[in-house]
């Protein structure tokens, strides 16, 4: 009697099982090897990230961070300010996927539309009210008008917003599944890059005249 394991069932079974396997190594970061990879931000050489403090140079101080606690600074176009708590400020997050920033708002402030490359974005409200939005990539938006203890997710990469709605000041603290997510700020990367934008990407990009692209730019200093 011939054996099936000649069949051609058995044969694309086995093919689909060899090219299925590699997917779980892409599915996520790879374990670490070690307790912790304190960021080395000195460091000369150059990888996906930052090498490792050497262990006899760590300390409990990369552990803990208390750039979260200050109300930060809203006088400026946006009436809002980010607080990074990321792998720049708190070295100790290096390789372990997580990070949070602090976004405080004037009356009427707002986080302009931006993205996250490399993160989800989860966030609580702590003060005030905020409208909280975002736009998928099939053209729909979401948004809710959260109060204080109310909290909202931003899918990676999504283009997403937060306006104070309220009477007075507001913050949210928001957490991140990466230790440095990125993010593009979609008025200063358009009219603020270095070297700018031809204005004549953006004229047609938005089918306006070139002085309504001159107008936005000298708003940010371009």
């Given amino acids: 009697m011939a054996s099936s394991s000649g069949s051609p069932y058995h044969l694309l079974f086995s093919l689909t099982v060899l090219l299925l396997l590699p ?30 403090k050497p262990i006899s140079q760590v300390t409990s101080e990369d552990f803990f961070f208390s750039g979260l606690m200050k109300e930060g600074n809203t006088s400026n176009v946006f009436g809002s300010t980010v607080t990074l708590g990321n792998v720049l400020e708190f070295p100790g997050v290096n390789t372990l996927g997580i990070s949070m ?17 490399r993160a989800t974005e989860s966030g609580v409200v702590i003060q005030g009210k905020l409208l909280v939005g975002f736009v998928t990539t099939n053209n729909v938006y979401y948004s809710k008008v ?49 070297p700018s934008i031809p204005n004549e990407v953006l004229t047609q990009t938005f089918q306006v005249k070139d002085e309504v692209i001159n107008s936005i730019k000298s708003k940010f200093g371009a």
């Fill in 23 to 52: 997917l779980s190594s892409f599915s996520a970061d790879p374990d670490p090897l070690q307790d912790f990879c304190v960021a080395d931000r000195n460091a000369t050489i150059s990888v996906n990230g930052f090498p490792c």
């Fill in 146 to 194: 959260l109060s204080a203890g109310q909290m909202f997710v931003i899918p990676r990469g999504l283009v997403h917003f937060q306006r104070n709605v309220g009477e007075g000041k507001a913050f949210t603290l928001a957490a991140f599944n990466s230790h440095l997510p990125g993010a593009v700020v979609a008025p200063t990367t358009l009219f603020a890059s270095t």
């Fill in 101 to 117: 920033n602090r976004v405080d708002f004037a009356p009427g402030g707002i986080n302009p539309p931006h993205s996250h490359p």
